[in-house]
């Protein structure tokens, strides 16, 4: 199975909180989606899905041997990719999903929610700091070692 990591970046860009609502097991087969179906839309192998759902990020019903999966799980899974994909642990990203399934309006988790956004951001913003700073001496070098080149490639030409 092809990976689109383009598909996931823009399915997990668009969450919207009214996904997270409870399930009241009563949801219509037409309402759940398929292990592949989730597999296919997200980028992600089959594998993943059963890798999130051993660590009790997604929890889907099952209907014989097949896992039936809702809108609240189809959206902790994009979630599950965007705290991956900006450099949050599985663990800390169970924290956080922990936090949305409350839905009681404490300001405490909030809090605690956007303290570690915060973190990280300042995290990735030092990150792109230092890379800029690499690559700016890398270049650097490359102009370096590309001149001595030209210089040796010229004085052996003659």
Do not use: H
Not at 53 to 75: C, F, I, Q, V
């Amino acid at each position: 199975m092809a990976i689109d990591q383009s598909a996931a970046y823009a399915q997990s860009s668009d969450i919207d909180v009214d996904d997270f609502d409870s399930d009241d097991g009563d949801a219509s087969k037409s309402g759940m989606f398929t292990i592949g179906d989730l597999a296919r839309e997200f980028g992600v192998t089959l594998r993943t899905l059963r890798f999130y759902e051993d660590k009790n990020l997604l929890n889907p019903k099952r209907d014989g041997l097949n896992r039936l999966y809702s809108r609240r799980d189809r959206a902790r899974l994009k979630l599950v990719l965007m705290g991956k994909r900006v450099g949050f642990s599985l663990t800390e990203i169970k924290d956080m999903l922990d936090l949305y399934d409350l839905r009681d309006g404490q300001v405490t988790q909030l809090r605690v929610a956007l303290g570690r956004f915060n973190e990280q951001i300042a995290v990735l913003e030092q990150q792109k700091k230092d890379i800029e700073q690499a690559l700016t001496e890398l270049r650097r070098t490359t102009s370096v070692v590309s001149g001595l080149l030209k210089e040796k490639e010229a004085a052996g030409q003659r």
